[in-house]
């Protein structure tokens, strides 16, 4: 290790003092780059929430005290504020949510996937997989999972005819959203 260590200090004396400059100049470029781009990563976070603030809540609250849900602006502009859904449930939820659907006859949303890996010259094994799983002692890896496009069309349909769901176990969301379009 200290031979590596020596030959390692034996180069760097080797290197002309312009491209150690040179080197470090660059590398300080590369680091305040990346410290420019953490910046403008927040501020772009900041300007996504203060859009998503005017578009989800703002306009619409406006649109709803005159008692409007679409304008067309002098400038040709169409403004539209509709109801929006999102769904996403949370890690910590995924046993309770998919205890909720299947109790409440909605089971057919969590998608069931069990696998299991067989070592080579295995085939017959992985034919026989279904029915003598347990006896084998194999040990399979399961996934249950719903999609999320299901879980928001399930959280609209429900929503829009007046069922009560779990918004939070599901992680629903209910809301506005304004759509601007240019014409």
Known sequence: MNELINQMAKDAETIPEDNMG???????DIAETD????????????????RRLLSEEVLP???????LSELKLADGRKIKVSETYRASIKIENRKAAY?????????????N???????RNEDEKAS???????????????????????????VREQYESGRDLPMDLLGAYVGHKTTIKSE
Do not use: M
């Open 99 to 111: 205890a909720w659907l299947r109790h409440n006859g909605f089971g057919d949303l969590v998608k």
């Open 113 to 119: 996937q069990v696998t299991c890996s067989f070592g």
């Open 35 to 50: 410290d420019e781009i953490s910046k403008i990563k927040i501020r772009l976070k900041k300007k996504e929430d203060y």
């Open 128 to 154: 026989r997989l279904i029915s003598d799983l347990s006896e084998k002692g194999l040990e399979p890896a399961q996934r249950e999972w719903v999609e999320p496009s299901t879980l928001r069309a399930f």
């Open 61 to 67: 609250s406006l649109f709803s005290e005159v008692g």
């Open 22 to 28: 040179k080197i470090g100049a660059v590398a300080t």
